[in-house]
């Protein structure tokens, strides 16, 4: 079974600072890998996912994420953060070619001061 | 589009009563999904149906939770007699069966078991 790990728990930024948020996962065979993001009051919503190809994968609201198989990493970046970004972020994976039921890691609140 | 939609989006009840979400998925979606999160934790999947037949409900308290989804759309998720530790946010979700790597989530249901 595979697992997801989100070290950031909290973060928090000034408007235009960068942000890079971690996410590594553990399991043995391929996998697809998704960052859904959660804003205040609202539902959880996909931000970008990667299943093949290019590794760096760009997402909605000028959103990246780099899939390092090496490293088993997957982390989300920003290169300027604004307040609007203040949300809750969740990295999650699946197993390709295998149920599409995502295993998600617990989430970093990341707030951004105006 | 219409979203998923959840009702009702709040409720509190004290422990040893039951209670039941209501989730209407996005039109045309054939898979819906039921899904746990406690606070401060990512969503944890219940149970998956496709169409009006169970999936996987390998993570779901039988003894308590119940689920169904007799015409194969909208759906229904009880539980009874609730405990304390049933506090979280109840989320409905939804894939299309073209595209089942990707979901829709609803707003969730914030139960409080006081």
């Known amino acids: 079974a595979q697992s997801v790990s989100q070290h950031n728990h909290h973060v928090i930024l000034s408007e235009a600072a960068s942000l890079e948020l971690g996410c590594n996962y553990s399991?043995?065979?391929?996998?697809?890998l998704f960052w859904y993001v959660q804003y205040p009051g609202q539902h959880l919503q996909l931000l970008l996912k990667?299943?093949?190809?290019?590794?760096l994968v760009k997402g909605i609201k000028g959103f990246e994420a780099e899939f390092i198989k090496s490293k088993f990493s997957f982390n989300l970046r920003k290169p300027s953060v604004q307040w609007s970004d203040t949300a809750e972020y969740f990295c999650?994976?699946?197993?390709?070619?295998?149920?599409?039921?995502?295993?998600f890691g617990r989430g970093t609140s990341l707030i951004v001061h105006p | 589009e219409a979203g998923v939609a959840q009702s009702p989006r709040y409720k509190i009840i004290e422990k040893r009563q039951s209670v039941a979400f209501w989730c209407n998925p996005i039109?045309?979606?054939?898979?819906l999904y039921w899904y746990q999160q406690i606070l401060g934790q990512g969503p944890k999947l219940l149970i998956q149906?496709?169409?009006?037949?169970?999936?996987?409900d390998s993570q779901l308290p039988k003894d308590r939770f119940s689920a169904e989804r007799l015409k194969g759309v909208d759906s229904t998720l009880k539980i009874q007699p609730a405990k304390l530790e049933d506090s979280a946010v109840y989320l409905c979700?939804?894939?299309?069966?073209?595209?089942?790597?990707?979901?829709?989530f609803g707003p969730g249901t914030r139960l409080t078991v006081l």
């Open positions: 979700a939804s894939s299309h069966p073209l595209f089942s790597d990707t979901q829709y």
């Open positions: 990667y299943f093949s190809g290019d590794p």
């Open positions: 149906f496709q169409n009006n037949g169970v999936v996987d």
């Open positions: 999650a994976v699946t197993a390709s070619g295998g149920s599409y039921i995502p295993t």
């Open positions: 039109s045309g979606h054939a898979t």
């Open positions: 399991y043995g065979g391929t996998v697809n």
